[in-house]
């Protein structure tokens, strides 16, 4: 499975961005997806996950009530909507599938990962 996250950029604290994470596969809807981010310096963190049939969604403490997670498994793919962007939201983000049937907080969950986008919000 290779997975191909977008949607990156250069935004103001406040501003608005959507990334997209599409799968090169029509099975995407077996797995639980999920977005992790990265900032330098630091471990990767749980930003959220979603279920396959998108009837449970979880999202870390730090975004909740701003970000919000989505998918369509007809086009393969998952959003991350992130609203209200604070400076400390900067980091590459990453997605990822897993075979659990849960959402899962670590990492070691998920078995493909997508190559990353990198979010930059300017203060």
């Known amino acids: 499975v290779q997975l191909q996250a977008s949607g990156g950029g250069l935004v103001q604290a406040g501003g608005s961005l959507r990334l997209s994470c599409t799968a090169s596969?029509?099975?995407?809807?077996?797995?639980?997806a999920a977005w992790f981010r990265q900032a330098p310096g630091k471990e990767r963190e749980f930003v959220g996950g979603?279920?396959?049939?998108?009837?449970?969604?979880k999202l870390s403490d730090s975004v909740t009530g701003r970000f919000t997670i989505t998918r369509d498994n007809a086009r393969n793919t998952m959003f991350l909507q992130m609203n209200r962007l604070e400076p400390d939201d900067t980091a590459a983000y990453y997605c990822?599938?897993?075979?659990?049937?849960?959402?899962?907080?670590?990492?070691?969950?998920?078995?493909?990962w997508g190559q990353g986008t990198l979010v930059t919000v300017s203060s």
């Open positions: 990822a599938v897993g075979r659990s049937p849960y959402i899962r907080s670590s990492p070691r969950e998920y078995v493909y």
């Open positions: 596969v029509h099975t995407f809807s077996i797995y639980t």
């Open positions: 979603i279920t396959q049939s998108s009837d449970t969604t």
